[in-house]
């Protein structure tokens, strides 16, 4: 897969967690909104499971965010992130 999508990827975790945290939403109140364990919703926000058109739009309704507003995650701000801590 090429680095921009493995980036856009990454924005769009981070702006699930990051939107999950704003509404001081646990992975457990997620997993369990969502019919899933725990550590399958952690592997979600980790980049470790590809999310399903279906299921972001569900993690979507439950963020009361829409898929559109998550998929407009800003890739750039992602890589800048990871330039400084080094890590992928």
Not at 61 to 67: C, F, K, N, R
Request: hydrophobic share 35%; no cysteine.
């Amino acid at each position: 897969m090429s680095n921009k999508i493995n980036l856009k990827i990454k924005a769009i975790t981070a702006a699930i967690r990051k939107k999950r945290e704003q509404k001081n939403y646990t992975q457990e109140y997620l997993a369990y909104k969502l019919n899933i364990s725990q550590n399958a919703y952690s592997k979600i926000e980790l980049g470790y499971t590809k999310i399903t058109v279906e299921r972001l739009f569900q993690i979507g309704d439950v963020l009361e965010i829409s898929a559109g507003e998550l998929l407009d995650a800003d890739s750039d701000e992602v890589e800048l992130r990871l330039l400084h801590t080094g890590t992928d």
